[in-house]
């Protein structure tokens, strides 16, 4: 699977780099009151080559980063994004700003169910900042791919961005 040479070249192993795409992603999203502004990076970590990079409704409907990357990735094989799979790399990882979802309000398939549904494919997802308590309450997301055998990893250093950027749109707290 080739890089898009649209995406930028980071080393091996920065993870902060990648999260920092990642957020420039989340960058891109159209901030609202009942959404978070999430970015998402999907890596070929054997080849250091990005598969592909998505942010909350990028994608008609009410599409997460996350299944952005995914249905981004099934476009371009023209496969349905369940099977995904036959093209993905083995040693694929996620990077995103936030936790995975758990829970959706739409009703959607979540975030989650959709990283387990790929068979392993996604063995490390590395998470900026865990999702705050605003909409569903506790996200359970890291805790289930944990329990599945997926590693989570937090990538600090820019939390204080990434919640600033993830909350765009909300209603802020009167000083």
């Known amino acids: 699977m080739a890089s898009d040479s649209r995406h930028p070249t980071i080393s091996a192993g920065n993870h902060k780099g990648y999260m920092e795409y990642a957020l420039l992603q989340a960058s891109l999203s159209p901030p609202g009151p009942t959404n978070f502004c999430v970015g998402a990076v999907l890596v070929d970590a054997d080849k250091n080559e990005i598969l592909s990079a998505g942010y909350t409704k990028e994608l008609p409907g009410n599409t997460h980063a996350e299944q952005c990357c995914f249905m981004k990735v099934a476009e371009q094989h023209n496969l349905p994004e ?59 997301g890291r805790k289930k791919l944990e329990d599945a055998g997926v590693q989570v990893t937090i990538v600090e250093g820019l939390e204080d961005r990434i919640l600033e950027v993830a909350t765009a749109g909300h209603d802020k707290p009167a000083e």
């Not at 990077?95 to 959706?104: G, H, I, K, L, S």
């Open 82 to 140: 369940e099977a995904i799979t036959q093209v993905l790399p083995k040693n694929t990882i996620l990077y995103t700003t936030m936790e995975p979802c758990n829970e959706r309000l739409s009703g959607n398939r979540t975030c989650v169910d959709r990283i387990l549904r790929l068979n392993g494919a996604i063995k490390v997802v590395y998470v900026g900042v865990l999702e705050p308590e605003k909409f569903i309450g506790q996200n359970l």
